[in-house]
């Protein structure tokens, strides 16, 4: 059975940091493209970032550029998305998901999702 | 960044009706690069259409995409109770992924 596994939220102060983790499994990851994108309660989707098979290619959306960083570990399955400087706004579940296509350089949509983490900032 | 206006916001119908979701680019998309999803309360999304009309793995043929340029649309020919949902485009031009604000379909 393709499983995302999403884990590393939590409760965290404005201006702290935080790493989320994702455990691949039944597909060969190291073959596809991985994206994180997040939604808060009641809102939509926003893309956050992804990263190609073998990371050549990383992109992340305006809103967090400068402060996250996606990177994977083909050879333990996971995909990780380093938080940086964390705000108010930042706030929401995080899915982790796999791309359509395997060994591209591009993106060509998300068929696999995880059940998401949740990442709440508050002081 | 490409920006993806879906209209209308909410859809209230009845089951056995037959809906149509629109979904606008602020320039122009490549049909390979536009997709829609399906979400239920509580549950992560699900790819229906890559491509903008190919449909994904077990998608019912009561649902279909069309579409190029800048305008794309998504149809449902006769609403089944499990179809009440909310629905996203998205596209992915340049690396750069952007979502759709989605459009609640919705019993009426």
């Known amino acids: 059975e393709v499983q995302l596994v999403e884990s590393g939220g939590g409760l965290v102060q404005p201006g702290r940091s935080l790493r989320l983790s994702c455990a691949a499994s039944?597909?060969?990851?190291?073959?596809?493209?991985m994206h994180w994108v997040r939604q808060v309660p009641g809102k939509g989707l926003e893309w956050v970032s992804g990263?190609?098979?073998?990371?050549?290619?990383?992109a992340y959306a305006d809103s967090v550029k400068g402060r996250f960083t996606i990177s994977r570990d083909n050879a333990k399955n996971s995909l990780f998305l380093q938080i940086n400087s964390l705000r108010v706004d930042d706030t929401a579940l995080y899915y982790c998901?796999?791309?359509?296509?395997?060994?591209?350089?591009?993106?060509?949509?998300?068929?696999?999702w995880g059940q998401g983490t949740t990442v709440t900032v508050s002081s | 960044e490409i920006v993806l206006t879906q209209s209308p916001g909410t859809l209230s119908l009845s089951p056995g009706e037959g809906a149509t979701l629109s979904c606008r680019a602020s320039q122009s998309v490549s049909s390979s690069y536009l997709a829609w999803y399906q979400q239920k309360p509580g549950q992560a999304p699900r790819l229906l259409f890559y491509g903008a009309s190919s449909r994904a793995t077990g998608i019912p043929d009561r649902f279909s995409g069309s579409g190029s340029g800048t305008e794309f649309t998504l149809t449902i020919s006769r609403l089944e109770p499990e179809d009440f949902a909310v629905y996203y485009c998205?596209?992915?031009?340049?690396?750069?992924?952007?979502f759709g604000g989605g459009t609640k379909v919705e019993i009426k």
């Open positions: 998205q596209q992915n031009g340049n690396l750069r992924l952007t």
């Open positions: 039944g597909f060969t990851f190291k073959d596809y493209a």
């Open positions: 990263i190609n098979w073998n990371s050549a290619n990383i």
């Open positions: 998901a796999k791309d359509r296509l395997e060994q591209r350089d591009y993106f060509y949509g998300m068929d696999v």
